[in-house]
Each structure stands twice: as C-alpha cells, then as structure tokens.
C-alpha cells in the first residue's frame, strides 16, 4: 500500500526531474521565482499552489532553453484540469448517499 510520502516522493520527482533538465543556476532561478510568486501571493491574500507555481517556473525556463518535456507538462495539465471536476462530482455523489443515510 502506498504511503503519503511515497506520493510526495513521486511529485518531488517529477518536479525535479521529469519536466525540464536543468543545472544548480537554473534551479535556483527557478526556485527563486516560485518563492518570489508565492511571497507575492501571500501579501495579497491569494490562493495559490505552491506546486502548480513550481511547475509553471519550471515550464517557463524548460521552454526559455528549449528542454521542456511536453509529455509530462500534457499529462499535469490533465490531471490539474480533471481534479476539481472530478472531485465535484465526488462531494455530490457523497453528499447524496449522507442524505439518504441521515
């Protein structure tokens, strides 16, 4: 069975490895970029994923040097579009069987 960090395991890798290659200047560039974004965000009050700002900077700098790999974004915009229709679909169906059973 899996565990929650075997699921963190696996972003983490995905992250760092399997969108763009990058080397220790590009990484910090794109780190500092996330951080700088998420700060941003924080004083604003605005809602935003760490993870889904990460992957956005790695995109733009896998796209500035001409290594993204267009799979694994494809695959990550599909999962990020399918979550929360999915997961509305999810809470009514559940909300249905609570009402029926309370």
Avoid: C
Avoid at 81 to 96: D, E, R, Y
Wanted: glycine content about 6%; aromatic content about 4%; hydrophobic content about 60%.
């Amino acid at each position: 069975m899996l565990q929650k960090a075997d699921f963190a395991r696996r972003v983490g890798e995905t992250m760092s490895h399997r969108i763009t290659s990058l080397n220790e200047g590009q990484a910090l560039a794109s780190n500092s970029v996330t951080a700088a974004l998420v700060l941003a965000a924080s004083l604003f009050a605005l809602p935003v994923s760490m993870t889904h700002v990460a992957v956005g900077s790695l995109a733009g700098l896998g796209l500035s040097i001409g290594e993204t790999r267009w799979s694994m974004l494809r695959a990550i915009a599909l999962a990020w579009i399918l979550t929360l229709p999915l997961a509305a679909a999810l809470g009514a169906v559940a909300f249905a069987i609570a009402e029926r059973i309370a």
